[in-house]
């Protein structure tokens, strides 16, 4: 199975801030991660494909890149609404893991 | 608009069943993939189950196969996973998931989720 490490496992930043968390995974992978946004209480919540392609309707403070083993999502001018938990996956092959999670606090 | 809406969650036993269903709506339901996904209480999450269009191919993750089987009927818009033989770590917070492709293993990103359906297993 594909490993998939996420970085930092929890981060606080203030309004406004630019972060970036980071997922590397144990193989490459080459651009098949996704990444979610899962607020507490919710459903998670798909922000961007195959690494760097934005879903439909996702604010474009939201931005993807990485290639390979080594993936970042970037979140720009912090908001209130973005305080949650966010999540890397991976489509490349079965199972399709996900990271353990970065926990963002704003 | 598309909506997903699990139901069937609910207190089991160990060695017990449940099934879990998930009805569809705001799309044509016969021209996507379905997936389960899982979250035990305060954990991440896990990728459980899935089925083609048609259903005529699925997927078990190793901690399930042979214990739970998805199926999925066209004609009521609507998904199932049949639980058996559940176990304490089956807890969680189930989730019915609709990735952008007819065939499961292909774009398997989840655009759309459901609200999920808590499992509690207990004696």
């Known amino acids: 199975d594909i490993q998939m490490a996420q970085s930092p496992s929890s981060l606080s930043a203030s309004l406004g801030d630019r972060v970036a968390f980071t997922c590397r995974t144990s193989?490459?992978?080459?651009?098949?991660v996704n990444w979610y946004q899962q607020r507490p209480g919710e459903a998670p919540k798909l922000l961007i494909y195959r690494a760097s392609s934005l879903q439909s309707g996702v604010s474009s403070r939201f931005s993807g890149s990485g290639s390979g083993t080594e993936f970042t999502l970037t979140i720009s001018d912090l908001r209130p609404e973005d305080s949650a938990t966010y999540y890397c996956q991976q489509s490349y092959s079965t199972p399709h893991t996900f990271g353990q999670g970065t926990k963002l606090e704003i | 608009e598309v909506q997903l809406v699990e139901s069937g969650g609910g207190l089991a036993q160990p060695g017990g069943s449940l099934r879990l269903s998930c009805v569809a709506s705001?799309?044509?339901?016969?021209?996507?993939?379905l997936h389960w996904v899982r979250q035990a209480p305060g954990k991440g999450l896990e990728y459980i189950a899935a089925i083609s269009s048609l259903g005529t191919s699925t997927y078990y993750a190793n901690s399930v196969k042979g214990r739970f089987t998805i199926s999925r009927d066209n004609s009521e818009n609507t998904v199932y996973l049949q639980m058996g033989s559940l176990r304490v770590d089956d807890m969680a917070v189930y989730y019915c998931?609709?990735?952008?492709?007819?065939?499961?293993?292909?774009?398997?990103?989840?655009?759309?989720w459901g609200q999920g359906t808590l499992v509690t297993v207990s004696s």
């Open positions: 193989q490459t992978i080459i651009t098949y």
């Open positions: 705001g799309f044509t339901f016969s021209n996507y993939a």
């Open positions: 998931a609709r990735s952008p492709s007819a065939l499961w293993f292909k774009e398997t990103n989840f655009e759309y």
